[in-house]
C-alpha cells in the first residue's frame, strides 16, 4: 500500500477511551500471548509480523523505557526504528504539524510522538496517513496503562474483577487508568487532594458511561482493600510549582502503613522513574509487594501489542 493515501481505516493509538471494550481486550490478551511466547522464539507469535515496517520514534520529551521498549518492539517484530530528538525535528515549530505529519507519512509506516501538547497528538494524527501512536502527552499516557493492565493481570487475574487505587496527583496516567477502568469495567479509587483531582470534563464522561471510579480526598479510604496501589512521581517535566505539589501531596506518599490496609495480597504499581522518600517510601517500592520492574519489562510486550494492532499485523 501506497503511504501517500490514508487506508479506509487508519488505527491511530491515541486514548484508551477512544477503543472500545473489545479493542482493549485484544490489545491485551496479545500482550500476553506475545510475552507467553518469548522474545526471539522460532515460529511463535508471527516474530516477524512487521517484516519491512519502519517506525519513526518522535521525542520531544525524555523517556528511557518508552524509546527502549518501543525500539526493541518494533525491531523484534522485524521492523526498523528512526529516533527523532527535539534536535532533530521541531514539530510545529520549524514547520507545521500538518507538514510535518504528512512529509513522515512518506517514510514511516507508524509514528509515536511523545510531547507535552496532546492538541499537537491530536493534529499529528489528523494529517497523518499511516498509524500516529500517543507515546505520552500532558493528557494521557495509554502505552503505560497498557503494560499495568498486563502486569495485574499477570499477577493477579483478570483485571474486571479487581480494586485498584491510584494515590497522587490525577495526572496524564491517572487519567489513562480513569479510561481503563470505564471500558474494562473494574473498579477504580482516585486517592488526591482536592487541588489536584481529575478534571470536571473526565468526571463528567466517568459518569455518561457509569464507571466505577471514585474519588477521594482521604488516602487511607482510597488503599482500603484494594488489590493494587499505583502512584506516581509527584513533579513531572514541565510542572513549574514543585514546592506547593510536594505540600499538597505528602500525606499522599505511599508506604508500609498504607500498603497494610489495602488486601493481604495487594502489589504495588509505579511506572518509573521513582524518587524514594517521596511519593513511595523504599520499604514499598523495593519490598515483596512491589512489581515495578515486571511492569517495566511489560512496556516492550505491550509495545508490540499496540504496533502489531495498529499495522493490522496480529489479525
Known amino acids: ?66 524509546r527502549v521498549s518501543f525500539d526493541l518492539a518494533v525491531r523484534e517484530l522485524g521492523g526498523e526504528a528512526i529516533f527523532l530528538s527535539s534536535e ?26 511523545r510531547t507535552v501538547s496532546h492538541d499537537t497528538l491530536l493534529e499529528l494524527a489528523e494529517h497523518a496517513t499511516v498509524p500516529v501512536i500517543n507515546g505520552l502527552t500532558n493528557r494521557s499516557h495509554p502505552c503505560q496503562i497498557m503494560a499495568d493492565l498486563m502486569t495485574v493481570e499477570e499477577q493477579l487475574g483478570p483485571i474486571e474483577k479487581r480494586k485498584v487505587a491510584w494515590i497522587g496527583d490525577a495526572n496524564n496516567v491517572a487519567t489513562s487508568w480513569i479510561h481503563a477502568a470505564v471500558r474494562l469495567g473494574f473498579e477504580l479509587r482516585i486517592g488526591c487532594p482536592q487541588e489536584l483531582a481529575p478534571a470536571p470534563e473526565l468526571v463528567r464522561w466517568v459518569k455518561k458511561y457509569k464507571g466505577a471510579v471514585e474519588v477521594l480526598t482521604d488516602p487511607a479510604e482510597a488503599v482500603r482493600g484494594a488489590d493494587c496501589i499505583v502512584t506516581d512521581t509527584w513533579v513531572s517535566i514541565g510542572d513549574s510549582d514543585r514546592e506547593r505539589r510536594t505540600r499538597l501531596l505528602k500525606p499522599y506518599r505511599v508506604d508500609g502503613a498504607m500498603m497494610r490496609k489495602a488486601a493481604r495480597n495487594a502489589i504495588f504499581l509505579h511506572c518509573l522513574p521513582a524518587h524514594r522518600g517521596s511519593e513511595v517510601t523504599a520499604e514499598v517500592i523495593d519490598g515483596p509487594q512491589s512489581v515495578v520492574f515486571d511492569e517495566a519489562e511489560n512496556r516492550l510486550h505491550a509495545q508490540k501489542a499496540v504496533l502489531a494492532w495498529c499495522l493490522r499485523a496480529a489479525e
Open 88 to 113: 532533530e525535528i521541531q514539530v510545529g515549530r520549524r514547520e507545521t504539524v500538518a507538514d510535518t505529519a504528512r512529509v513522515l507519512s512518506r517514510y514511516a509506516d507508524a509514528l509515536l510522538l
Open 1 to 66: 500500500m501506497s503511504k501517500r493515501q490514508a487506508p479506509a481505516e487508519l488505527r491511530h493509538f491515541l486514548d484508551i477511551d477512544q477503543l472500545s471494550k473489545t479493542e482493549l481486550r485484544h490489545i491485551v490478551d496479545s500482550a500476553h500471548a506475545i510475552k507467553k511466547a518469548g522474545r526471539r522464539p522460532p515460529g511463535a507469535y508471527r516474530p516477524r509480523a512487521l517484516a519491512g515496517a519502519v517506525l519513526a520514534l518522535i521525542f520531544e520529551k525524555p523517556s528511557m523505557r518508552t
